[in-house]
C-alpha cells in the first residue's frame, strides 16, 4: 500500500521546496499543478496543496485561522536511515527557517530523532533507530 500524506499551504512552492531540501527527496513534477506539488519517498508520497484546495475537497469552511498557529492535531515522522541523517535533516531544517521544537535526543523507546517546525507551523519529526 502506498501512502500520501497532504499539507495544506499558503505557498506550495516555499513549503515544498522547504521540506525537498530537508529531507532531501525528489519532486514528482508530472503531478505540478496550480493547486499540488509532491515529493516521493518510498512507498510515501508528501502532497503540497495551495488554499484553493479547501474548496475543491469541500472543507471551505474548515480552513484555519490565518491570525496564529493552528493547535497541533496531528503530525508527520519521516523515518530516516540512521541517527547521523537526523541532525543533518535538522541543520538543513533551521537554516532554511525551521523551528526547533526540541533537538535531536534518545527517545525512551530507542530512536534518536528531533521535533522541528516548519516555516508555517507545521509540527514534525525526523527520526531513525538510534544505534
Known sequence: MRVNFNLFCRDIEAQMAFYRDVLQLAERTELRSPLYRALAARDVEIGFNAP?????L?????????????????????????????????????????????APYRTYYGDWQVVLEDPEGNVFRVGAKAD
Open 52 to 56: 484553493g484546495a479547501y474548496e475543491l
Open 58 to 102: 469541500g472543507l471551505g469552511q474548515r480552513r484555519p485561522d490565518q491570525r496564529g498557529p493552528a493547535p497541533v492535531t496531528g503530525y508527520a515522522t519521516f523515518m530516516a536511515e540512521s541517527p547521523a541523517a537526523v541532525d543533518g535533516a535538522a541543520q538543513r531544517a533551521a537554516e532554511r527557517g525551521a523551528t526547533v521544537v526540541k
